[in-house]
């Protein structure tokens, strides 16, 4: 890694005071109708957990409209190892940590980043997942990271790659929108120069048709904000319950073997070194020929 930031995968834009206020009431209203624990009798009811669809390999939909990915499969692997009943739906990025406070769902995975400012307002899992963020640009075109003043270059809105330009490159004319695909759709029509992105939803866009003219600029860029983590309402005995799950997936063998189907590898340490730290050039080469990703 040539460069250490403040950093993902996703941060949230500085929180207005209203959202804070929310978070803040939160542990004192009733619990959602489907979510959570009952209070009476202390069973699970069905379990609500948000994601946001369009964030290939971990959350996105089929041809027939159905959720799957690396986040879907191993939130479905926690679920069965509680035995507990998961609704699993799709939630705007934006409306995501507000839906959650709002009670509307009672988790949400959506390549979270574990930050400070988010930590103020919701209650994170243990990390699941390590990342970074990279460049991305034309074949033959000499955009860099040390050369963005001035130039147009995309990222999905409140996300911690977003937050990198904002924070380090304020000179560039940054374009921010609401999903990934957007994002890709305005590079490759070119209205925009490059592209800022986590670094496992960009390697993976870069191996389809649409990014084949496109490449990695420079090295990824890792920062202390790569964890990320499964997101509840402060307090949330959920927290502890996922946390077990994690866990215990982990020691039975079903994370690495799902990891292992992503990202071409059944070991759980290199299945994170490959995605961490190897070269993001190796990784594309690796994972185009290796990797089993889910149709």
């Known amino acids: 890694m040539s460069m250490s930031i403040t950093h993902k995968a996703l941060w949230l834009a500085p929180l207005s005071a209203a959202m804070l206020m929310l978070a803040g009431c939160s542990n004192s209203t009733t619990p959602a109708e489907d979510g959570a624990?009952?209070?009476?009798?202390?069973?699970?009811?069905?379990?609500?957990?948000?994601?946001?669809?369009?964030?290939?390999?971990?959350?996105?939909?089929?041809?027939?409209?159905?959720?799957?990915?690396?986040?879907?499969?191993?939130?479905?692997?926690?679920?069965?190892?509680?035995?507990?009943?998961?609704?699993?739906?799709?939630?705007?990025?934006?409306?995501?940590?507000?839906?959650?406070?709002?009670?509307?769902?009672?988790?949400?995975?959506?390549?979270?980043?574990?930050?400070?400012?988010?930590?103020?307002?919701?209650?994170?899992?243990?990390?699941?997942?390590?990342?970074?963020?990279?460049?991305?640009?034309?074949?033959?075109?000499?955009?860099?990271?040390?050369?963005?003043?001035?130039?147009?270059?995309?990222?999905?809105?409140?996300?911690?790659?977003?937050?990198?330009?904002?924070?380090?490159?304020?000179?560039?004319?940054?374009?921010?929108?609401?999903?990934?695909?957007?994002?890709?759709?305005?590079?490759?029509?070119?209205?925009v120069r490059a592209m800022m992105s986590d670094k496992v939803t960009g390697i993976d866009w870069l191996k389809t048709p649409a990014g084949k003219d496109y490449e990695v600029k420079g090295q990824e860029i890792t920062t202390d904000k790569d964890a990320m983590g499964i997101g509840f309402r402060k307090g949330d005995p959920l927290v502890a319950k996922f946390n077990k799950a994690l866990a215990e997936i982990r020691a039975n063998g079903t994370y690495d073997q799902i990891s292992g189907s992503y990202f071409g590898t059944s070991s759980t340490a290199a299945a994170q070194k490959a995605v961490v730290n190897g070269a993001a050039a190796e990784a594309v080469a690796q994972e185009g020929t290796n990797a089993e990703v889910a149709k």
């Open 37 to 191: 624990v009952d209070a009476t009798d202390g069973k699970q009811s069905t379990i609500k957990i948000a994601t946001e669809s369009s964030y290939k390999p971990f959350s996105y939909t089929d041809a027939d409209g159905k959720l799957i990915g690396y986040e879907i499969e191993l939130i479905e692997a926690m679920c069965a190892q509680m035995k507990a009943d998961c609704d699993i739906i799709s939630q705007d990025w934006d409306g995501l940590i507000p839906g959650l406070n709002a009670q509307k769902f009672d988790a949400i995975m959506a390549g979270i980043s574990i930050t400070p400012e988010r930590q103020e307002v919701i209650e994170f899992s243990d990390p699941y997942f390590y990342t970074s963020i990279i460049l991305i640009g034309k074949k033959g075109d000499d955009v860099n990271i040390d050369a963005l003043k001035g130039q147009p270059v995309a990222s999905q809105r409140a996300t911690v790659a977003s937050q990198y330009l904002q924070d380090e490159h304020a000179e560039a004319d940054i374009k921010l929108y609401d999903t990934q695909d957007n994002a890709y759709l305005d590079l490759t029509s070119g209205r």
